[in-house]
């Protein structure tokens, strides 16, 4: 990974995203954001605050109503559904509450799934895909379906498949949500030294403890920002 | 997305719901296999019957009476054509022979010490026998006590017939005639070749003595025997013409024209008629049958439409999840499409050897030979394919739209 220089990776410019589900929802209600090289953002605030719409704005999983969401200077608001794809594809790894693995998949299959879609040929995502389950400790779990694995495992082999194309960006929406406690530490540290090695980390969390991983807290509230706590380099 | 990645996993998720994947492809491949079956019964019915057509004489224009509005299977019995017709035919331009055709009631024939009950012989002329189907003896003589049998009739007695034999004909009006089997033929000239499957057993006597029929020739003005149905045997390379000719005559000058009822026609015709005329009869039932099939290849195709749809509603988490790492719309098309495509491919794989033996059988039961319609068997394969696809493409479609953010709060 490239060095931690301070050329933001992500900018959000004044994002609005109203849901007219069952009412009219304004999750992202003007929001402006820079997350530079390498840095490591957490967000915080209650439930449905707009945490989450705001990750996955970032991710190109969801589009702008209004403003401009820019990932690696591609204007997210603009792009095509393939060029989308892309961003999600290889910008971008997810690493969700609900570790969202596939069912009928493997462990080694799971990971390797984004390098189906960009093009990989099966024996050359295999071996990247058991690396990176050695790298996360589950070696010797290749070869599982996701409900043979704990909580923590799966979260651990989601981890695994977010790095598999190497994308700038990690993004986690409530990682330890669905884990105990000593396997959220775990999973931290894990980001910890996806961090270390220049990985720029955006994470999503309700818990002070959790968010306290990361270099500056960014506070949300009704689809705002209500301020921006810097705690410094750790 | 390499389609052969989208193939594989198509597969995978085929297999990973095996009874409900069977039971969509049963749809297929009952469609599929009755298509296959009736279009190669069918198929079979028409090589038997035109290659029956083709086994006769090419170069032979039938003439007989038909009722109108009909296809001209049915052979009028009324003794229309007279002696003077046959003359007058005879002297067409390209005519070899001019055999005609009449009908001996009788009440049995009796073969040594047994005797069988029957209700017709066929009185004809030697030149009947032209055709080099003669399988033994020689042609009967005209005003000689001889007969000719075809092979059938000769095996149809205990003891069969052989050169030589003597027959005794019980006439219906009460006389008996005794005759001498001279020749033994494998079928003639005259008869139209249209007898259906198999020959039927026939028995042959001279004209001159045996023929009785006479009706009044309006031309001549006087009595003369009358046949219901003639064979002109023409030049092989002037059959058209010579056809033409005799229908020209038939409708203009002729006898025969003047003698029959108005609810009939008088018709001449060539083999070539005869197999286009039941080429298109059987082509056309064969059709309507097949097409009666494809109605159950539709309903299998629904059958996968649905469950595609199904399917969808069910995997929107998993569309949601490889849309989240990187499957673009059209990855996730050609994976459903694939799916449905293979789930028709396997419907047809099934279905066409399924649908040949059934087809098979029923030629065997039928008893014609076997026959493969090609042309329909591909557009079975390419019909499953193109169900599976087609019935594939709304569900598949709908599967590429489907949006992630949703499809990943989808339980
Ligand atoms: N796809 C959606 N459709 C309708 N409403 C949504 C959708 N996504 C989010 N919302 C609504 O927007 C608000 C913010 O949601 P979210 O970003 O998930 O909050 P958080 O992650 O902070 O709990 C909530 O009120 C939620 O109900
Ligand atoms: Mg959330």
Redesign the interface.
Known sequence: MGSASAAPVVELADVRKTYYVGGVVEAMAGVSLSLDAGSYTAVMGPSGSGKSTLL?LV?G??TPDEGRVTVDGRDLSTAS??EL??V???DVG?V?QTF?????LTAVENVA??L????WG?ADRTERARELLEDVGLGDRLSHLPTELSGGQRQRVAIA?AL??DPAIILADEPTGNVDTETGDRIMALLGELHADGHTILLVTHERRIAEHAERIVHVRDGTIERIEDLGDR | MNPREAVSMAVRSIRSHRLRSVLTVLGIVIGIASVVTFATFGASVEAEVLGDLEGSGANNVYVFASPEDDDGFDRAVQPLFTAYDVNQIRDIDGVRAVVPQGIVQVSAVTHGNETVARQQVTATVPETFSNGSTVAGRPFELGAAEAVVNEEAATGFRENLSVGDELRLELSDGGARNVTVVGIVNGTAGELPVGGFGQQPRIYVPADPFYRTVVESPTVGVNQLAYPQVTVVADPARTEAVEQSVAAYLANESDAGQLKSDDVELVARTSGDFAEQIGDVIGQITRFVTGIAVIALVVGAIGIANIMLVSVTERTREIGIMKAVGARNRDVMQLFLFEAALLGLAGSAVGVPLGLVVGWAATRYAEVSFALAPVWMALAVAVGVLVGVVSGLYPAWRAARVDPIDALRHE
């Open positions: 996955n991710g999983l969801d559904e393939d794809a892309a999600r594809g290889t997810f969700f969202n693995l596939m069912p009928r799934l984004p189906v879609f960009d093009g099966r498949r598999a194309t």
